[in-house]
């Protein structure tokens, strides 16, 4: 919670506070995370194309990482073996890397 307010009290595009991607600085391209502080600080303020706009694969993720959540925090992994089995297992794993990957090619070549 406190992660939480400081994103929304402190724009990270305007505070040295927070930290600038070590990878952008050294070879002036992205990595997938680059931007997801700034789109933290948008989702927060509720400015959905901002987020996109700074990294679109925070904005996708939120939808999986609170599945994650259900499963492991609230009972979910019992009720729904094959969910977790789904969508965590090794395949799933493979899948989201390729995604990450398949992302941070695409935002350098754009």
């Known amino acids: 919670m406190a992660a939480l307010f400081v994103f929304y ?9 927070f930290p600038r991607c070590p990878f952008l600085l050294a070879t002036g391209y992205e990595c997938p995370g680059c ?4 789109a933290i600080h ?22 999986y990482v ?3 959540v259900y499963l492991q925090y609230f009972g979910g992994s019992k009720r729904n073996p094959r969910l977790e089995k789904k969508f ?13 990957l398949i992302f941070w090619i695409g935002r350098n070549l754009i």
């Open 88 to 100: 965590f297992g090794r395949w799933s794993a493979l899948a989201v890397l390729l995604g990450i």
């Open 35 to 38: 931007g997801s502080q700034r």
């Open 42 to 63: 948008s989702l927060l303020h509720l400015e959905f194309k901002s987020a996109f706009r700074h990294n679109g694969m925070v904005l996708l993720a939120i939808p």
């Open 9 to 17: 009290t402190l724009d990270p595009a305007e505070q040295p506070l």
């Open 66 to 68: 609170l599945l994650g």
